[in-house]
């Protein structure tokens, strides 16, 4: 049984660009939550997707933008790439109002 | 505002010791409380979770304790090894259920010398 997939693994963009990560959540999950995880710090919560909605949103620009597709994979877009969105974005899938399982995480470089 | 605050920021604890990691919470509406343990390169991983309606958890050797008229949570490791070497994130949310956006601390880096 595969767990939380993401891909890709690293990514460099520069400053003013556009990037888009995929997040497959794990089998029978149908909830897929984004965070931020700075260097050193703990993640911070972007956005929650459920039934192809955007059910809950932390405090993120709308910069910041999802999308979640009927077999409950998932995107991230981020717009007009600033130095400091360089982090690991992590996804997290959950089966109704269970716990959350993280995917590796993306790796994003913005020069 | 920091909502959950973690402490201590880093730990060395001998093999066969016991590393305990304190959280503390301000949002009394907050109901589910993790801990996720995360390697370098790695995901985090749910170690173990509690909910306020007891006020201590086992798993193996991982405990957590809960005091919530103090708003903290506390998570035990006992015999602690090596492999337990990591950072360790304590997480909340008002979910119940855990699937809602977490807050999470800004993590514990133990080290485990043998």
């Known amino acids: 049984d595969a767990g939380v997939t993401q891909s890709p693994t690293h990514l460099i963009k520069t400053r003013g660009q556009q990037v888009t990560l995929r997040c497959s959540p794990k089998?029978?999950?149908?909830?897929v939550s984004w965070y931020q995880q700075a260097l050193g710090q703990g993640p911070q919560f972007i956005f929650q997707?459920?039934?192809?909605?955007?059910?809950q949103r932390g405090n993120f620009p709308d910069r910041f933008s999802g999308h979640q597709f009927p077999n409950y994979s998932s995107e991230l877009n981020v717009n007009a790439l600033l130095l400091g969105d360089s982090a690991l974005y992590l996804c997290?899938?959950?089966?109704?109002?269970?716990?959350?399982?993280f995917g590796p995480g993306t790796r994003l470089t913005v020069t | 505002q920091q909502q959950v605050k973690q402490s201590p920021q880093s730990l060395i604890v001998q093999k066969g010791g016991i590393s305990i990691i304190n959280c503390a919470y301000e949002?009394?509406?907050?109901?589910?409380f993790p801990w996720y343990q995360q390697f370098p390169g790695k995901g985090p991983a749910l170690l173990i979770a509690?909910?306020?309606?007891?006020s201590e958890k086992k798993e193996g050797r991982f405990t957590i304790s809960f005091n919530k008229s103090a708003k903290q949570f506390s998570l035990h490791i006992m015999d602690s090894q090596p492999g337990d070497s990591a950072t360790y994130f304590c997480?909340?949310?008002?979910?119940?259920?855990?699937?809602?956006?977490?807050?999470f601390g800004k993590g514990t880096h133990l080290i485990i010398q043998p």
């Open positions: 997290a899938s959950a089966n109704g109002l269970y716990e959350q399982y």
């Open positions: 949002n009394t509406a907050f109901d589910y």
């Open positions: 509690i909910r306020p309606d007891v």
């Open positions: 089998s029978g999950h149908d909830t």
């Open positions: 997707y459920y039934e192809e909605e955007e059910r």
């Open positions: 997480a909340a949310t008002d979910s119940g259920g855990g699937a809602d956006g977490l807050t």
